[in-house]
């Protein structure tokens, strides 16, 4: 997967965690970012990198979004993994 690609999948994702009432104000207290801060944000890589560092934090999250969007699950792990700092080693 290419880097726009990526992006493109992650405002996706962005929405679909808007659309959540009880993830979105999750997101929006881990990130310490407003509302505001998403509409002038939401175009940058390194943010959307932080999007789907967030979502992939829990499995049902990541199964959730993916059967939302139609995608399968491991589709969340390919857009971070193309996005900045998607290719660092996990140790985990």
Do not use: Y
């Amino acid at each position: 997967m290419n880097e726009d690609l990526a992006e493109t999948r992650a405002l996706a994702v962005l929405g679909w965690i808007a659309g959540q009432e009880e993830i979105f104000p999750v997101f929006l207290g881990a990130t310490g970012a407003s509302e505001a801060d998403l509409r002038r944000r939401a175009g940058e890589a390194d943010f959307l990198a932080a999007v789907m560092d967030f979502v992939l934090m829990d499995d049902a999250w990541v199964i959730d979004c993916a059967a939302a969007l139609g995608w399968p699950p491991e589709q969340m792990l390919a857009i971070r993994a193309a996005l900045p700092g998607g290719n660092l080693p996990h140790w985990t």
